[in-house]
């Protein structure tokens, strides 16, 4: 089969031109983080980069061979933030492939996946008590661990900084009394506020904001 090299740079640029809406769409709706340099060229580089690699061994069976064995040895060795994240790299690869067989099929997969964000962002909004969207409703949390010197009874005040309570541990250390007080804060304003307030105590042998 002969490559038709007007037709493959027209893919080439239409694939690109669709890995670049789908993260632009994605990252204004749904993850900002997403609107960033180098995402965005992932979002045009990987598309063509898998058109040129399917349209080359589908016209040479060897050379096909050649290739499997070759992508075989490669390994993908940054970090995925999340099967989210991965989803999408697979997305764009998945567009590159298709558009080098059928670029109606490759429009397709890209259409359903762009109307993917802002779909589900109205759901969100409209259920947002729903058990299936729980999890976009989580708050961040703050902790404090406070270290300080005697027992239980001697520190009872730092409990008026506010605060969950999660844990309090205490052991005995080089012939000296050691409590450990692990406090969680609902936003990370007011556990920095109670780190502050900590200051002026004087029993009070170390404080780390997780």
Same mark, same amino acid.
């Given at each position: 089969?002969?490559?038709?090299?007007?037709?493959?740079?027209?893919?080439?640029?239409?694939?690109?031109?669709?890995?670049?809406?789908?993260?632009?769409?994605?990252?204004?709706?749904?993850? #900002?983080? %997403?609107?960033?340099?180098?995402?965005?060229?992932?979002?045009?580089?990987? @598309?063509?980069?898998?058109?040129?690699?399917?349209?080359?061994?589908?016209?040479?069976?060897?050379?096909?061979?050649?290739?499997?064995?070759?992508?075989?040895?490669?390994?993908?060795?940054? #970090?995925?933030?999340?099967?989210?994240?991965?989803?999408?790299?697979?997305?764009?690869?998945?567009? $590159?492939?298709?558009?080098?067989?059928?670029?109606?099929?490759?429009?397709?997969?890209?259409?359903?996946?762009?109307?993917?964000?802002?779909?589900?962002?109205?759901?969100?909004?409209?259920? @947002?008590?729903?058990?299936?969207?729980?999890?976009?409703?989580?708050?961040?949390?703050? &902790?404090? %661990? /406070?270290?300080?010197?005697?027992? /239980?009874? &001697?520190?009872?005040? !730092?409990?008026?900084?506010?605060?969950?309570?999660?844990?309090?541990?205490?052991?005995?250390?080089? $012939?000296?009394?050691?409590?450990?007080?692990? %406090?969680?804060?609902?936003? !990370?304003?007011?556990?920095? &506020?109670?780190?502050?307030?900590?200051?002026?105590?004087?029993?009070?042998?170390?404080?780390?904001?997780?």
């Amino acid at each position: 089969m002969t490559l038709d090299i007007q037709t493959v740079v027209m893919n080439l640029f239409a694939v690109s031109a669709m890995g670049a809406i789908l993260f632009l769409v994605h990252g204004f709706i749904l993850n #900002p983080y %997403l609107r960033h340099q180098n995402t965005l060229l992932t979002s045009i580089m990987l @598309p063509p980069t898998a058109l040129v690699i399917t349209s080359v061994i589908a016209s040479n069976f060897f050379l096909s061979l050649g290739m499997i064995g070759a992508l075989s040895i490669i390994r993908y060795r940054t #970090p995925v933030k999340s099967q989210y994240d991965l989803a999408l790299l697979f997305a764009l690869i998945t567009i $590159g492939v298709v558009g080098g067989v059928n670029m109606t099929y490759a429009f397709g997969i890209f259409a359903f996946l762009t109307l993917l964000a802002p779909v589900y962002a109205i759901a969100v909004k409209a259920l @947002p008590k729903s058990v299936v969207f729980k999890d976009s409703e989580k708050k961040s949390t703050s &902790d404090l %661990l /406070i270290s300080v010197s005697g027992d /239980i009874s &001697d520190n009872a005040r !730092l409990f008026d900084i506010g605060g969950q309570v999660v844990s309090v541990d205490s052991r005995q250390l080089d $012939g000296e009394r050691e409590t450990n007080i692990h %406090l969680r804060f609902d936003t !990370l304003e007011s556990a920095l &506020d109670a780190q502050a307030k900590l200051k002026d105590r004087q029993n009070v042998l170390s404080v780390s904001l997780n």
